[in-house]
């Protein structure tokens, strides 16, 4: 077990987070935050290690940091997950290619409402299906229709070698797959758009993905442990584990977490720097966050899409915003809660969507309970 934290202080709102809804109230007195470290480190530590081999849960606000850490990064070696240790953040990394975009567009080089076939080469519209020819910002809050590369029969036939996710792979994957539904008509959220959008970026900029990320976003806000397509970046020892058909499989050595929809990996701390950076008020890019917030299309009941980014509100209409992320043997959730300045780091290495969806509704009701 490990943990840090600095002197605690109120937390002014009160959150709980389920898979279905989401609730605020006011916190309670400043003593009632004393313990908070003990008790978050208690909750991780509780995770049943034969279930779930590692966990690890940052927390930043203006004065409460914490950094807490149970379990193994491997099974095998018994070696302890650490705080330092570099994470495979999966789908929270799509809330930086939208980054890119709003960027992009900003400047000029692209037009979000615009199709997509101002941009992209009939080599690459020919293998979308129906024809599709949805907008970038289809693309970017999954309204595109454009199938979702990722199932079962990517994973058994598609992906047999478990190597990089290219964007050749991803149109071979939904080759004769059709339609979810025309452009801008229902949500469905799809992989796929990632891919296409990096495509478009790269076009426009005339350079490769890694080289914009890093000169628009990693270097500028100082993300130095934030990383893209690195096969093994210092700090990447973490081993997950399950995949479908295969629960305890060691998913170490595929690269599932590669391409645009998935290929951050980072440290805790450089996550919740990027999702404060996107969505405090006082960020670095939160001209581009509140961008990636407007006009969001509903999900489901008290769930909202917005470009990029996920947006829980809850039955007062206050908002948490961030992403969640999902590869094979890791599970990610990254959000800033406004109404508190809070910002949260979640992830395991075992690919359990029930149990990390439980972990994650009590780490934010331990949070606000205090």
Known sequence: MQHTVSRPMP??????????????????APSARA?????????IDEVPKKKVPGVLLYVHEPELTFLGTSGFADRKTKAPLRGDH?????????????????????DG???LDQTIDHYLDQEILSQLP??????????????????DYYGVRFYLTDWQDR???TLDLVLRAIRGKKATHRPGEAFSYSNTNYHLVAAILEKVHATDLATLLKRQLFVPLALNDTYYNERSPRGDDIHGYGAPMQPWVDTYDWQENSGPDSGIKASAADVAKWIRALFSDDGALAAIGQQMTNAPVQERTRKLQGMGVEILESRSGVQVV??????DGYLTAAFYIRESDLVFVLHINKSDEKRFSALLSQTLKTLLSQ
């Open 11 to 28: 937390l002014r709102v009160f959150v709980r987070l389920t898979t279905a809804c989401l609730c605020l109230c006011l916190a309670k």
């Open 35 to 43: 313990s908070l470290a003990d008790d978050l480190q208690a909750m």
């Open 86 to 106: 570099t994470l495979r953040i999966a789908s929270v990394g799509k809330t930086y290619v939208s980054a890119l975009a709003q960027l992009a567009a900003n």
């Open 109 to 111: 080089l692209i037009e």
């Open 130 to 147: 129906d024809a599709l020819r949805p907008t970038i910002r289809q693309l970017l809050n999954h309204t595109s229709g454009i199938p």
């Open 163 to 165: 190597g990089p996710l």
């Open 322 to 327: 961030g992403h969640t992320g999902g590869a």
